[in-house]
């Protein structure tokens, strides 16, 4: 077995929840490395970077609609219409500004994404993400008045020893909103994140090695 399936198998043994999904995070690998999991019948990824994800992407997924492919990246607004284009899921919703665009080139396109809203639970002023207390006003804003399909948020805790907390206030909150997805843990954290009930969880390193 290829050791990039291998290291996948093994993660997905650790998972008990069969309504888990793993995004394997596939930014900066090339095709060559991913393909060993794409034949295997995996069919979540995510990408951090439009221009990549088109060029990596664009002719795979038409070759093979099973694919679901994920934004996990800061998106910003110009890059929104690509976006739409490419994308079956976009993890990082964070700001009415961003929400405008996407619902626009969406309904052009007639197409409908998932949304996750990004949550900066560490308030941290180097991350992207709506503030804990600004979330329930912009879910109703980007479903209400957007018509967004939003299924729940997501969020990269700081790095502060506090994790679990962190992880427990980002379920509690995605509870309150009735949502039924969330979000949450990469290749160092994902075990802690699934017993706060992440739906999603974001893995590269662990399955495709370390970045060079």
Known sequence: MNSIVQRFENIKSLISNSNVKIVAVSKTFTYDNIKPLVDHGHIHFGENKVQEAQSKWSNIKKNNPNIKLHMIGKLQSNKAREAVNLFDYIHSLDSEKLANFLAKFQNAANKKLKYFIQVNVGKEKQKSGIG????????????????????????????????????????????????????????????????YESTFVRIGSSIFGNRV
């Not at 804003?141 to 939003?150: A, G, K, P, S």
């Not at 909150?173 to 017993?195: I, R, W, Y």
């Open 132 to 195: 804990i207390e600004l979330v329930d006003d912009f879910y109703s804003y980007c479903t209400r008045e957007l018509n967004i399909n939003v299924i729940g948020l997501m969020a990269i805790p700081p790095n502060d020893g506090n994790e679990t907390i962190h992880f427990k206030n980002l379920m509690e909150l995605n509870k309150s909103l009735g949502l039924k997805e969330l979000s949450l843990g990469m290749s160092g954290d994902f075990k802690t994140a699934l017993k």
